[in-house]
């Protein structure tokens, strides 16, 4: 096996990795976590009901970790395309960049305040924190995603034009692209799967 293909398994395994560390901190004792709980202490509160304290702290520790590991994987596949496309190329390692500097901070800033609600005992005003922490620090999430997007369009020009060696219709094997097709399904971590996919996908061709 390759260099290349032993970095790619890494990060398909970083990928599952972090996979699991959004299920931790999605799926709760009393069922799936939505976004529009944090605007109801009572809905909030009832669903973090007896979730443990080390849930949030695993999720934060090994998403790091995994996210490292994704890292290389992005940065080897940024730099195999140099040679095919500088401008390509360019866009993806601006992406990486993006990706795991924000990226990283973002994976932390999820896993705090679930964290913080459940240690200040779920009341109204440690929803109101949490609420306040999430909204003041979601530039993460935001850039993170526009990292994704931006390396996931770079990725898709360069295969679906030819430029690269991989046969076209590899292009489906994009983070970004299978995101998109994964997200209706509102599986937790669905981002992660689509990368472990892209990633299996491109051992066999590289």
Request: aromatic letters at 16%.
């Amino acid at each position: 096996m390759t260099s290349i293909k032993w970095i790619f398994l890494v990060a398909l395994f970083g990928h599952l990795l972090c996979g699991v560390c959004d299920c931790l901190i999605t799926y709760l004792p009393n069922g799936r976590f939505k976004f529009d709980y944090m605007k109801d202490n009572q809905k909030l509160s009832t669903i973090f009901n007896g979730m443990p304290l080390r849930s949030s702290i695993l999720s934060m520790l090994l998403g790091c970790l995994a996210m490292c590991m994704m890292f290389f994987g992005y940065l080897a596949l940024a730099l195999w395309m140099r040679p095919i496309s500088a401008i390509h190329a360019n866009w993806m390692l601006l992406a990486v960049g993006l990706i795991f500097t924000f990226g990283i901070a973002h994976h932390i800033l999820c896993g705090v305040p679930e964290w913080l609600y459940v240690r200040l005992g779920r009341t109204e005003e440690a929803r109101q924190v949490i609420t306040e922490l999430f909204q003041k620090t979601s530039v993460t999430m935001f850039v993170c995603y526009a990292g994704f997007l931006i390396f996931g369009i770079a990725f898709f020009a360069a295969v679906v034009s030819g430029l690269t060696p991989l046969p076209r219709w590899a292009c489906v094997f994009n983070t970004t692209l299978l995101m998109f097709v994964l997200m209706p399904t509102r599986i937790g971590g669905s981002g992660n799967w689509a990368g472990a996919i892209m990633f299996l996908g491109l051992l066999f061709f590289m």
